[in-house]
């Protein structure tokens, strides 16, 4: 029987471990698992989604889905800590605002803005979100090993609560302008956790689009092809995993 059972995520003592990836897709938690030895599923509960896996050189790995956006993600990495995850790496995708960053490419953000509420919780808003610089450095060199040098980019992501962004509101002419990279909706809050609580945490992500042209859209019908589904965007999802994978063997493997 399981002892001190979340009650979102539904895992208990033992579930999870100190190395954890989450990804914002529950659908993409068995794809990730599945690239490691041993797959197996833990939780499934409102959602979320978590299994248990072991990397090529036998470190575990607990693979969580948050869903989309802060609010969620909030509650899945709170009970995951509760459980003992130290460190926590973000394997997701993004929106390019960078006009270099386009569907296919990675960014390996060093730090994003905090436009959103939920990390509020932890600290003002004055306080930076930034990733763990030895995490952030390993996935940049790892990735850049897997990617040719166009393809792989670092810098500051945008994490906003929105994604139909009010015309009126836009914030995008000011991001670009200011060299931002990437938008996504988990970051800020992931980095301000993770510093706050004394963990470590990163965010690697593969972008699908970017807002200044080709970018994910209502489709015509459900035989077109969604921009998650070009052949670039599921090679960068396979090589940031790998780059996730082997980061981790070299931090904790033996």
């Given at each position: 029987?399981?002892?001190?059972?979340?009650?979102?995520?539904?895992?208990?003592?033992?579930?999870?471990?100190r190395?954890?990836l989450?990804?914002?897709?529950?659908d993409?938690?068995?794809?990730?698992?599945?690239?490691?030895?041993?797959?197996?599923?833990?939780?499934?509960?409102?959602g979320?989604?978590i299994?248990?896996?072991?990397?090529p050189?036998?470190?575990?790995?607990?693979?969580a889905?948050t869903?989309?956006?802060?609010?969620?993600?909030?509650?899945?990495i709170?009970?995951?800590?509760?459980?003992?995850a130290e460190?926590?790496?973000?394997?997701?995708?993004c929106?390019?605002?960078?006009p270099?960053?386009i569907?296919?490419?990675?960014?390996?953000?060093?730090?994003?803005?905090?436009?959103?509420?939920?990390?509020l919780?932890?600290?003002?808003?004055?306080?930076?979100?930034?990733?763990t610089?030895?995490?952030?450095?390993?996935?940049y060199?790892e990735?850049?090993k897997?990617?040719?040098?166009?393809?792989?980019?670092?810098?500051?992501?945008?994490?906003?609560?929105?994604?139909?962004?009010?015309?009126?509101?836009?914030?995008?002419?000011?991001?670009?302008?200011?060299?931002?990279?990437?938008?996504?909706?988990?970051?800020?809050?992931?980095?301000?956790?993770?510093?706050?609580?004394?963990?470590?945490?990163?965010?690697i992500?593969?972008?699908?689009?970017?807002?200044?042209?080709?970018?994910?859209a209502?489709q015509?019908?459900s035989?077109?092809?969604?921009g998650e589904?070009?052949?670039l965007?599921v090679?960068?999802?396979?090589?940031?995993?790998a780059?996730?994978?082997?980061?981790?063997?070299i931090?904790?493997?033996?």
């Amino acid at each position: 029987m399981k002892k001190r059972v979340q009650p979102h995520i539904r895992a208990g003592e033992g579930d999870v471990e100190r190395v954890t990836l989450i990804s914002g897709n529950p659908d993409r938690v068995p794809i990730i698992a599945s690239k490691m030895s041993d797959p197996e599923e833990v939780a499934r509960y409102r959602g979320f989604l978590i299994y248990r896996a072991y990397t090529p050189k036998g470190v575990p790995v607990t693979i969580a889905g948050t869903g989309i956006g802060t609010p969620s993600t909030h509650i899945c990495i709170e009970e995951l800590a509760n459980l003992g995850a130290e460190t926590i790496i973000r394997i997701g995708s993004c929106g390019g605002i960078d006009p270099k960053v386009i569907i296919g490419d990675v960014v390996v953000p060093t730090g994003a803005i905090r436009d959103e509420r939920t990390s509020l919780n932890y600290t003002p808003v004055e306080y930076p979100a930034v990733a763990t610089p030895e995490l952030y450095s390993l996935l940049y060199s790892e990735i850049s090993k897997l990617l040719p040098p166009d393809r792989v980019h670092s810098g500051i992501c945008w994490t906003s609560d929105v994604y139909y962004v009010n015309p009126d509101l836009n914030q995008l002419a000011i991001w670009t302008k200011a060299g931002v990279k990437c938008v996504e909706m988990e970051s800020s809050l992931l980095f301000v956790f993770a510093q706050t609580r004394g963990l470590q945490a990163a965010s690697i992500l593969a972008c699908d689009g970017n807002l200044h042209g080709a970018q994910k859209a209502e489709q015509e019908d459900s035989s077109e092809a969604s921009g998650e589904q070009d052949p670039l965007q599921v090679e960068a999802v396979e090589k940031e995993i790998a780059a996730t994978v082997s980061t981790i063997d070299i931090l904790y493997g033996e």
